[in-house]
T-cell receptor, first 116, second 111 residues
Framework: GAVVSQHPSWVICKSGTSVKIECRSLDFQATTMFWYRQFPKQSLMLMATSNEGSKATYEQGVEKDKFLINHASLTLSTLTVTSAHPEDSSFYIC????????????FGPGTRLTVL | QKEVEQNSGPLSVPEGAIASLNCTYSDRGSQSFFWYRQYSGKSPELIMFIYSNGDKEDGRFTAQLNKASQYVSLLIRDSQPSDSATYLCAVREVGGGKLIFGQGTELSVKP
C-alpha cells in the first residue's frame, strides 16, 4: 500500500525558534500534499494544500508567513513553523494524494510539536 | 459552506456486534467518499473508499452509499475491542482535491 513518512515524529523547541517538518511519499509520486493540524479531542483542520512546483494554497485564517510550505519534488513537502510560540503546539499531519489507482489520500504518522 | 456531518458519539457496542457509523454531506455533486480510522494519538488510516451507489465490502467492513439521500455509512461486523477508535468520514470537494472531514464518531467496543 501507499506509504507516507514524516520526520521528526516529535519535536520540542523553545519559543521563537523555527521548526521544519518533512513529509515524504515513499512508494508513489504525489503532485499534491496536504498539511493538517489537530488539537487534542478536536477534528483535523486543513492548513494548506501543497502542489509540486508551485505555491501552496492556504486555508482561511492560516498565516502563510508563519507556516512556510515547500513542495520541491514529487515525493517531498516541508512545513516550517517560523517563530514558534506555545500556542503552535499541536499534532501536525501531512497527507499525500495518490492520483494513480484509487486516487486517495494517505496520511503520514504525524509530528507532535511542543513549544516551550 | 460544504459540510460533512457525523454523530460525535461515543457509540458503544458489545464485542461481536455490528457497529453502524453514519455520515451525511451537503454537496449533492460529491462523487468520492472515504472512511478513515484514527486511534488516539495517531494519524488517520484509510479503511475504505466508495464512489458508486450501493454497498462495498472489504473483510469485516461494509461501506454504503446513497447519493440521492446524501448519506454514506460504515458497518463493522463482529466488532472487536481493537476497533475502538474515532472514525472519520471524508468527502472529496467537487472540482478539487481537498477532503472535507466530518468531526468523527468515537466508537467503543466493550469486551
Amino acid at each position: 500500500g501507499a506509504v507516507v513518512s514524516q520526520h521528526p515524529s516529535w519535536v520540542i523547541c523553545k519559543s521563537g525558534t523555527s521548526v521544519k517538518i518533512e513529509c515524504r511519499s515513499l512508494d508513489f509520486q504525489a503532485t499534491t500534499m496536504f498539511w493538517y493540524r489537530q488539537f487534542p479531542k478536536q477534528s483535523l483542520m486543513l492548513m494548506a494544500t501543497s502542489n509540486e512546483g508551485s505555491k501552496a494554497t492556504y486555508e482561511q485564517g492560516v498565516e502563510k508567513d508563519k507556516f512556510l510550505i515547500n513542495h520541491a519534488s514529487l515525493t517531498l513537502s516541508t512545513l516550517t513553523v517560523t517563530s514558534a510560540h506555545p500556542e503552535d503546539s499541536s499534532f501536525y499531519i501531512c497527507s499525500a494524494r495518490d492520483r494513480k489507482g484509487t486516487d486517495t489520500q494517505y496520511f503520514g504518522p504525524g509530528t507532535r510539536l511542543t513549544v516551550l | 459552506q460544504k459540510e460533512v456531518e457525523q454523530n460525535s458519539g461515543p457509540l458503544s457496542v458489545p464485542e461481536g456486534a455490528i457497529a453502524s457509523l453514519n455520515c451525511t454531506y451537503s454537496d449533492r455533486g460529491s462523487q468520492s467518499f472515504f472512511w478513515y480510522r484514527q486511534y488516539s494519538g495517531k494519524s488517520p488510516e484509510l479503511i475504505m473508499f466508495i464512489y458508486s451507489n450501493g454497498d462495498k465490502e472489504d473483510g469485516r467492513f461494509t461501506a454504503q452509499l446513497n447519493k440521492a439521500s446524501q448519506y454514506v455509512s460504515l458497518l463493522i461486523r463482529d466488532s472487536q475491542p481493537s476497533d475502538s477508535a474515532t472514525y472519520l468520514c471524508a468527502v472529496r470537494e467537487v472540482g478539487g482535491g481537498k477532503l472535507i472531514f466530518g468531526q468523527g464518531t468515537e466508537l467503543s467496543v466493550k469486551p
